[in-house]
Each structure stands twice: as C-alpha cells, then as structure tokens.
C-alpha cells in the first residue's frame, strides 16, 4: 500500500519557477500549502543518477531531509527518438548554467538536420520522500514529434517544439489547462494522487 500524505505542507524539490507553478496548480484542488526549496533556501543537490526516478529520489530525499517536512521532486525531461534519446535526463544541462532553452533547443534541431524521423516523447519521474526516508515514486510519459521553428511562449524548457500526438499546436501554444489534460507530468501527477493523496 502506497503511503498517505497527511500532512498540510509539502516542499516543491525545484528551483525552476516555471516547474514549481506548474505542480502548484496541479496539486491546489488538495488543499496542500506548498513551498518551494528555493523559497527555503535548500541546497540542489547533484543529480548523478542514470534515470529520471534516481534523480527525482535524490532531490526528494535530499529536501525532505534539510527541511524536516515531506517533499516532492520532479525529474523529467525530453527524448528525441532520432538522438538515441537525448538529452533525456540531461535536457536541463544541455541548457548551460545560464537555462538557455532557445540555444538547446537549436542544438536539437541542428542534430536533427536531414533526419526523417522527428518522434520525441517528454518523461516525467516524481519522486514523494518523508524525512524519515519513505519515498513513493510515479512515472508519466507523453509521445509526440519535434517541430521547428519554435512556436509559442507559454509553458517553460523544451515545450515550443514539442508537438503532442493528435494535436497540431506546441505545448509552448497550449493554455495551462490543456497542457495538464494531457502532459507527461499530468499523468504521473495523476498516478500520485491515486496513490498517495486521494481518500
């Protein structure tokens, strides 16, 4: 059995705004007051794992550990099929220190170029991790194919040139509702909150 959260406080194990919104939105019908670890000041620790669940379970367990309350980390991330899946659980990195997401997503389709197969799908890992060391994971994944030019400036990282299978508009030109019915982090939300917040 999947453990409860019982608590009315949930740490958001991010210093991406744009991610901690997106789960705040995603996590208000419930009532849980969130905050986030660069509102608290945690450290990020080095996400040094292999897949998306290792590094969400590593930052979960690293921010419930320093703020003493439950905490929740998202790993995800984008994989070109035609890339051998990259940059998968590097796609923050290949943004450099600075998060530039246009020159990543430049890289992507300079790598791209002369390739017929255009298929990507985005990968989400949340990770659910109590002080005392408990942690539940969840997995969400949603397919589609890679377009350019970039289109759209709502959402955040890679979503202006991600295209969901049947839709004909970019995450980055969807509205949040739309994107949440459909995204690979709504699914893996959905999954968690089966399991762990539902009565």
Not at 31 to 42: D, F, H, P, R
Not at 75 to 104: E, Q, T
Request: hydrophobic share 40%; with cysteine; net charge negative.
């Amino acid at each position: 059995m999947p453990r409860k959260f019982t608590e009315n406080k949930l740490v958001i194990a991010s210093h991406n705004k744009g991610k901690v919104r997106e789960i705040g939105e995603l996590l208000e019908p419930y009532g849980v007051e969130v905050v986030s670890s660069g509102e608290l000041n945690l450290s990020e620790p080095v996400e040094d794992g292999e897949t998306f669940i290792a590094n969400a379970e590593i930052k979960a367990h690293s921010a419930a550990k320093e703020s003493g309350l439950p905490a929740l980390a998202d790993d995800s991330g984008l994989a070109v099929h035609a890339l051998d899946g990259k940059p998968g659980i590097h796609s923050a990195r290949w943004a450099g220190p600075d998060k530039d997401f246009p020159m990543a997503m430049e890289k992507i389709e300079g790598l791209l170029e002369g390739q017929s197969d255009r298929s990507a799908h985005f990968a989400c890992a949340l990770a659910l991790a109590w002080p005392d060391g408990h942690v539940e994971t969840f997995e969400g994944r949603v397919e589609g194919q890679m377009v350019w030019p970039m289109r759209g400036d709502k959402g955040f990282g890679y979503d202006p040139v991600f295209v969901a299978d049947g839709y004909d508009i970019t995450f980055a030109e969807m509205g949040p509702q739309e994107k949440h019915a459909i995204s690979h982090r709504a699914k893996a939300f959905k999954k968690l909150v089966e399991a762990c917040f539902e009565k």
